[in-house]
Nanobody
Framework: QVHLVESGGEWVQTEGSLRLSCAVS????????IAWFRQAPGIEREFVAA????????YYADSAKGRFAIVGDNAKNTVSLQMNSLQPEDTAVYYC??????????????????WGQGTQVTVSS
């Protein structure tokens, strides 16, 4: 059983930065894909970024490229999402997820078996 716990979400001003963390237990991040998704009210959960096997490959949604960075810490078994230049449209509950996703499925919710409880990110001026 894989257990994921997110932390770091809070209110931040427009153009500010936040670092979310996903603590993983039950499996090494080096042997799985860890992804971040987000869900705003009334909108389907959407892919943000993913890291395969502790850092061998990373993937980003177009909305995240150039602003967000996903980083793994194999020693701590965590995966973080550094978010810069945040905008109000980034407001959502952010979830981390674990699964044996491959490149062709990495952006799909259905590719992940385990999910955290989510952490709220609110961006406003």
């Amino acid at each position: 059983q894989v257990h994921l716990v997110e932390s770091g979400g809070e209110w931040v001003q427009t153009e500010g930065s936040l670092r979310l963390s996903c603590a993983v237990s039950g499996r090494s991040v080096r042997t799985t894909t860890i992804a971040w998704f987000r869900q705003a009210p009334g909108i389907e959960r959407e892919f943000v970024a993913a890291l395969r096997w502790g850092g061998s490959s990373s993937y980003y949604a177009d909305s995240a490229k150039g602003r967000f960075a996903i980083v793994g810490d194999n020693a701590k078994n965590t995966v973080s999402l550094q978010m810069n230049s945040l905008q109000p449209e980034d407001t959502a509950v952010y979830y981390c997820a674990s699964g044996n996703a491959i490149a062709s499925t990495i952006r799909s919710v259905s590719a992940y078996n385990y999910w955290g409880q989510g952490t709220q990110v609110t961006v406003s001026s």
